[in-house]
């Protein structure tokens, strides 16, 4: 079942498109991969989910329904450009975004408690935003956007300004809350993130969708049919084409199978040696990503 359904949307600012005739489907549950350079198209299509504007064409619809301005209580937004009251405390701005997103003031308190607990920043919950360290902000802006416990989580570059402990814990916090059942659309320019959280992704660029699928379906697609040898105990003169240098009789290479499968290749290579590792090369999405960026041009 999708929770967000995107049907030919178009976005347009003077000449330029934002959004041209974009289609996708983002199921429920899981984590979903919204990616492409900057200037694709992403954060027009975050704002038209979120109601911040409106598409020129298309229809947007949320579990099923056309999306409505009731459906924002259910959807939480953490955007690039962070937005906290800089003068406002800890813990009295994070009760007012969540009684923004209609909770009630004990269960907001609550919630607020949970959090700053979890979070480790309970200490600082009278401290102005101003007083706390950008790692410390983004914490607080991370909660005021889980606070209501949404059933769509948008997290546009969440990582951002965050050090490698930090990021840790905010990648733990997306891992706990999809498995709640909450839905989150990441967005993102850091592929290694995208390689260990998404199930799936959409991939824009220059306002078209150019891919889009479960990730281990489109790794398995751009596979270049190579695989990592490793042979021990050479005990004769290994083909020039592998380019395998062996060193002591032993060589680590990569060859391509060509027509042969990955049994035939194996049977041909206990001719020249112990195979000790035989391992497929999968591309990274970062290699995915540049290279569909480059084989699609759009005016």
């Not at 959807?75 to 800890?90: D, Q, S, T």
């Not at 059933?151 to 490698?164: K, R």
């Not at 060859?255 to 990274?284: A, C, H, R």
């Amino acid at each position: 079942m999708e929770i967000l359904e995107i049907q030919n949307l178009t976005k347009t600012y003077g000449n330029q498109k934002a959004l041209n005739n974009l289609s996708l489907s983002i199921p429920k549950g899981g984590i979903f991969g919204l990616l492409g350079p900057n200037g694709a198209g992403k954060t027009t299509l975050i704002r038209i989910i979120n109601q911040i504007i409106e598409g020129d064409s298309g229809k947007v619809f949320f579990k099923g329904e056309t999306l409505q301005p009731k459906h924002i209580s259910q959807i939480g937004y953490l955007p690039e450009e962070r937005g906290l009251y800089k003068k406002m405390k800890v813990w009295d701005q994070l009760v007012y975004f969540a009684r923004l997103k209609d909770m009630p003031a004990a269960l907001a308190k609550e919630r607020v408690d949970y959090w700053l607990k979890k979070m480790d920043i309970i200490s600082w919950k009278d401290k102005r935003i101003d007083d706390l360290s950008k790692g410390m902000a983004q914490k607080v802006q991370f909660i005021s956007t889980i606070i209501h416990e949404p059933e769509l989580l948008i997290l546009d570059e969440p990582f951002s300004g965050f050090d490698p402990l930090n990021a840790e814990i905010i990648k733990n916090e997306i891992i706990e809350l999809k498995e709640k059942g909450i839905t989150v659309v990441l967005s993102t320019h850091r592929m290694e993130s995208v390689e260990l959280l998404c199930d799936q992704i959409a991939m824009i660029h220059r306002s078209h969708k150019i891919l889009e699928g479960r990730l281990t379906d489109i790794k398995q697609r751009f596979r270049p049919n190579t695989y990592e040898i490793k042979l021990s105990g050479i005990n004769t003169i290994l083909p020039e084409n592998w380019n395998a240098y062996p060193i002591n009789g032993e060589a680590v290479f990569s060859i391509p199978l060509g027509q042969d499968s990955p049994n035939g290749t194996l049977t041909k290579l206990m001719q020249y040696g112990e195979v000790v590792g035989f391992k497929e090369i999968l591309p990274s999405m970062e290699e995915i990503f540049i290279q569909q960026i480059k084989n699609h041009s759009y005016e």
